[in-house]
């Protein structure tokens, strides 16, 4: 059982408000999840020539004390390429010129234990162990601002307790997906996807949905497209919150066993596991609330 969380705002002077307005409908999904959160938020889109990339620190001898500034410095030497960073606790968001699979490869080659989360020119993933309300004050999740944010609280069944394995999980670039629920057939997508050059970087099933999106959008289907393809080869019980840089896109397994609601309102569209998490936002007596049918797509552009 775990909680999930999405959050979309229409009206442009919300947009300051996005952490503040999705902090109550985390916290709302503790019970659901109380060992490990995280959430990907889109915001501050970058030039073109220009990539974000979110890392964790936490698995280094120095955790929070990493040197952020030393590993802009040898970006920058080594590669020749503008690079600066923005640091909070043991997360940092880089943002770098040029092609980022070089920056991406200098990273993993010279800090082998800093953790790549996301690339992209708009998202930025924040991820940990501990109670939504401990993840979310280490991060400063209230201060957040942005078009949209998905938001996950964790209850691990299937895999360790680690921030690796938090969710959301990320693949290609501005993209990203949470879940709640199970797959009982993630040994063999992940088996189906490695011949193929798709990378696993954990046991946790939800990757195994993510990395197998990912490759049915590389092979040219949109996300209406892939989803219809995971539909046939997704089995278990699932819902599925996926954002791109100006979508949020949701989906439940054929038989809709996981819960899911939906608020649609002028200003915004708010999704959670349970109505509890929606109660408090502006307006919410006027939106239309509805649970989301079985085997269903539901997109609203950002």
């Known amino acids: 059982m775990c909680g999930i969380v999405g959050l979309l705002v229409k009206k442009p002077a919300l947009r300051e ?30 030039d073109v020539d220009h990539r974000k990339i979110s890392i964790y620190s936490g698995f280094t001898e120095a ?13 920058r030497e080594h590669l020749v390429i503008d690079a600066r960073v923005q640091a909070r606790g043991n997360h940092a968001v880089l943002t770098v010129s040029g092609e980022p699979e070089a920056a991406r490869h200098w990273i ?51 895999s360790a307790i680690t921030a690796d394995r938090a969710h959301p999980f990320t693949a290609g670039e501005d993209f990203c997906l949470i879940h709640n629920g199970s797959l009982s057939n993630a040994a063999g ?21 993510c990395r197998y ?15 219809d ?18 979508q949020l896109a949701l989906v439940r397994d054929p038989f809709a066993c996981k819960p899911a609601v939906v608020a649609e309102h002028d200003d915004y569209v708010a999704i959670a596991s349970e109505f509890r998490s929606l109660a408090h936002l502006p307006g ?14 539901y997109v609203w552009k950002a």
């Open 17 to 46: 408000q996005l952490g503040e307005l999705m902090m109550p409908m985390l916290i709302g999904m503790t019970e659901r999840g109380p060992d490990s959160a995280g959430l990907a938020v889109f915001n501050d889109t970058v």
């Open 63 to 75: 955790g929070e004390d990493f040197d952020w500034n030393g590993l802009v410095h040898g970006l």
């Open 108 to 158: 993993k080659e010279h800090h082998p234990r800093l953790h790549l989360l996301s690339t992209g020119r708009s998202i930025s993933v924040f991820k940990d162990v501990g109670t939504p309300a401990e993840v979310a004050d280490r991060y400063d999740f209230k201060s957040l601002k942005g078009t949209h944010v998905v938001a996950h609280t964790r209850m691990a069944t299937e």
């Open 189 to 209: 997508l992940r088996r189906k996807l490695e011949p193929l050059g798709i990378h696993f970087e954990t046991d946790n099933d939800t990757e195994a949905a």
């Open 213 to 227: 999106i990912e490759w049915r959008l590389g092979e040219g289907d949109t996300l209406h497209q892939a989803l």
């Open 229 to 246: 393809h995971a539909f046939k080869e997704l089995d278990g019980f699932y819902t599925l919150l996926m954002a791109t840089s100006d």
């Open 284 to 297: 919410i007596r006027d939106a239309k609330v509805f649970e989301p049918g079985p085997e269903e797509m």
